[in-house]
C-alpha cells in the first residue's frame, strides 16, 4: 500500500510524533511511505529520513512562522498534487486542519478518485470560531475522519454531523522502550538543583493556554505549605505561545514559587526526567489524547491529570493515577498530595500504567488500526 501522510513539524508537538511513529510502523510493515510537511523544526524530519522514511518539506523555513495564516498559499496546493502525481497513492492521510486544507484542494486538482483519511486530534473547543470556514472546505473531500480518543470523535459527530461508521476512533500509541532514561535519576537531580530527599513533581507540555501550567503552579504552592520539599518542574517550549508563557512565568513570580517550581523549558531529555520524578502531572483545559501520559505510564509513574479530551481513556482513575476536574488547583493540589503520600499505592499505580500501556497504547496496535481504515476506504472507493 502507497500511504501519503501530510502534516506540519513542530518541535515537541504530539500530532507531529504520532505522524512520526505511523509513517516509521507503517514502513517496517512494508508499506511505501511518503511524508509531506509543511515546514516546521529540524525535530520530526530528520528521525523519519534516519528510519528511511521519504519526507518533503512544501514550504522553507523562513516562510513558516507562528502566525496561523502564514501557510496559507496556493503554491501548497500545487505541491501536492505534484506529490501525488509523483507518488500516485493508495490513500492520502491528513492530519491537522492546516496541512488538511491544501491536501484537500489538491485532491480537487489532481482528476482522478483519492481516498482521503483525515485524523482530528484535538476536541472541537480546542479550534477558534474562524476554523470553522477551513474545516467546511476540506470535509467534502475527505471520505474517514480518524480521531485521536472517543472524546474528540464525540464532539467531531456533534459539531458536524457525520455518519458514525465514518468516523473511528483509533488511540495515540507509543515505543515503551523509548522512555528508558540515560542517566541516574540522582544526576538529573543534581543538574536541576533538586534535593535527593525531596520529591518530583513533572509536567511535560509546551507553555500554552491549553496546557493550564499558571493551574499547576497555583497547586503546588498548595502543595508546599504541606510539603516543603517537594518541587515542580515544568519542561516545553515558551515559544509556541509567548502570552501564555508570561501567565506562567507571573504565577510563578507572584507566588514566590521560584525555588520549587523550575521552569526548564523545551527539553530533548524528557526520560531522565520521567526517571528522576515521582509523580507526572498533566493540568491542561483541552485535549485530545496526550503522548505525554502514555510515556509517563510507560516509564511506570503515577499520573495526575484533568478530566478534559482523552485523558481519562487513557489513565484508569484510581489504578494507574488520578483525574480531576480542570482549572481547580485544589483538586489538583489534593490530588498530587494524595500521590506524594502514598508511596506504595503511587508504585502500584505506575506498574499498572506501564501495563495498560503495553496492552492498549503501542505503535504496532495504533498501526493495525490505520490499516484496517485505510483498506476500508479504499474498498469504498473501487466500489463507487
Sequence with gaps: MRVLLAGIAIEGGGAEQVIADL??????????ILVAFLEGTDAIVPYLERAGVRCVRLLLRTEFVSSPLADFTPRCVLRFRALYREFQPDVVHAHVPRSTLWAAWAKRLYGRRLPFVYSEHNVQEA????????????????????????????????????????????????????????????????EIGGQASGQVVLNVANLTYRKAQEVLVAAMALVHREQDQAQCWIAGSPDIE????????????????????KL??????????????????????QEGFPITILEAMAAGKPVVATDVGGCAEAVADGETGLIVPPDNPKA?????????????EARRMGEAGRRRVEEHFTVEAMVAKHVEVYERVIAEARRR
Excluded: M
Design 332 to 344: 489538583l493540589a489534593e490530588a498530587i498530595k494524595h500521590i506524594l503520600d502514598h508511596p506504595d
Design 242 to 261: 509567548p502570552a501564555a508563557a508570561v501567565v506562567v512565568r507571573q504565577a510563578v513570580a507572584q507566588r514566590g514559587a521560584e525555588d520549587y517550581v
Design 127 to 190: 479550534y477558534p470560531a474562524w476554523s470553522r470556514w477551513v474545516f467546511r472546505t476540506f470535509l467534502p473531500s475527505v471520505d474517514h475522519v480518524v480521531c485521536v480518543s472517543e472524546a474528540a470523535r464525540q464532539g467531531f459527530l456533534r459539531q458536524w454531523r457525520w455518519p458514525e461508521h465514518r468516523v473511528t476512533t483509533v488511540w495515540n500509541g507509543i515505543v515503551p522502550g523509548r522512555v528508558q532514561g540515560k542517566r541516574e535519576p540522582l544526576q538529573t537531580r543534581d
Design 23 to 32: 509513517a516509521e510502523g507503517l514502513s517496517r510493515s512494508g508499506h511505501s
Design 264 to 285: 526548564l523549558g523545551a527539553r530533548r531529555d524528557v526520560p531522565d526526567l520521567l526517571a528522576a520524578c515521582d509523580v507526572f502531572v498533566l493540568s491542561s483545559r
